[in-house]
């Protein structure tokens, strides 16, 4: 692995390195951007730095509480020419301010690719079920211990992302890094995993803006500029009886953003299925894709819970 | 590493999945074609293919004659749902026809990234040398054995693509990778190099329009169409005196792909210059970027030899 730039540290100039994961973060974005900064503290980058671009969520709350580790430092902009490492995301929409003037070193992703850069760098992406499953890797292919602490970040973070192996987006890697990040960790993936989804589920400290705001993700299939917005529930009834709520708030980020679809998916981790609210003058879009019918703005989708890999891809090709 | 698709050998559906580098291929994307071809069926994916999207130069002829191996076959296209696996390249400009509705499974490159995708896949980038150098980090990651003729290959490519390691985009992995490999390939990669590189500076046999298209990339600085054509030699006047014929084909390149900017770079490979002619209506961008005038349309650009960290970025900042 080579890095470009030189740190002075007799001259006092070092050069800060931002490691972060996407705005509105989740739990891999979080623990990913502490997992990949201590790699590369230990590959000697001694300046590596992990921030976060946005309020935790109650899932991972529960495991930085847990460990009894601080959250990373937010980060609103970085400044021209600063050195970033991103994980967990690389659409520069989902990113920092200023990701255009800084210089990417590094990426560690498993989402489709929506970056383009003027120079060669680091990539590695792999179709797998989360961002930590690739980091476990990346730590045994350079020889770096995975600490118990390490391990329960990242063994979190594949649970919460493939709600507990079952996502359609798991990948036989995910399940062989549970496996063996378990035993590090000395847990019971399957009890301490649903005890931290439940605890994620728990919305009753949010406002209505921050519920649309926990993991709301803009993504433009083709022309329709929308966001999609998952929220996680151990019972959907409990979040649908703030229907109307949730309904007049996306219709004001629709009007602020100038959004043609506003689309909530409202996700049972237990039976595996999303209640969608889809709102916007595209929000059609939905039934076209799915051959479903929206009756008052919403429609139960069986079987889906995964946005990358059962939205995404059927919205962007109905579009 | 996980691979979406099923191969239904039983009732005899196979799908193929093709390997190849860039249009206008050197000698990195024939050899990582071939080279992650063996990678591919030691991982148990039987179907890999290596392509060629373009004529042998004599450099690489060199390399596969040295070996007495057949050069991959010459693919135009590929069809709708084909799965691809891309190396020494990402930007659909200069890859297969029809790349917009392949199923690109894996990328290994080391150039700037160029690519969007709908859907997550493989993506393995390091700002080294070579692509080989990657390469060769793959096979040893995941326990395949580097044979004498693998390493050969790949000895080649990093050779070829660093100029004996003297190019500015030489890495310290790619130095650890030359000094392994040429042992592994029974080879002094110094004196094997330089006959190698000689063998590529051979223009007899070819037309002007042959050699305008030997190494041309197709290059956008920021709004300025361009082209960027690297001829090697070991006598920068060999070729000069050829200027009236090269500029009159690269006029016809110009009218005919309605460019703003034509580049030839003929790079002296022994004492590392360029001499530079530019032609179309942003030639002046040339002069620019360096601080140079174009006398009679070119120029010599001291200790510029390399396209990807001499010439794309310095271009593009002063487009």
Known sequence: MTIDFIIYRGN?????????GHKSPDTDSITS???????????????????????????????????????????????DGANVILVDHNSPAESVDNLEN?????VVDHHKLALETSYPLFLRFE??????????????????????????????????DTLLLKSPTTTDDDRVAVEKLAKIAEIDAEEYGLEMLKAGTDLSSFTIDEILALDAKQIDFKDVKSIVNQVNTADINDVMAMKDELEAGMNKIIENENLDLFMLLITDIVNSNSQVIALGKDASLVEKAYGVELVDNTVLLEGVVSRKKQVVPIMTESA
Chains 1, 2 share one sequence.
């Open 127 to 160: 179709p797998v079920g989360c961002s930590e499953t690739i980091l476990c890797k990346l730590y045994e292919e350079n020889g770096v211990e995975i600490s118990k602490e390490i391990a329960t970040l990242m063994v979190s973070a594949i649970i919460s």
């Open 12 to 20: 006092d100039i070092m050069v800060k390195t931002y490691v972060f």
């Open 33 to 79: 951007s502490l997992v990949m900064t201590n790699l590369e503290k230990e590959l000697g980058n001694a300046d590596a730095e992990a921030y976060r671009l946005g309020n935790l969520n109650k899932e991972t709350e529960f495991v930085l509480d847990y460990l009894g580790i601080e959250a990373p430092e937010l980060l609103e902009s970085v400044e």
């Open 102 to 106: 800084a210089n990417i070193l590094k």
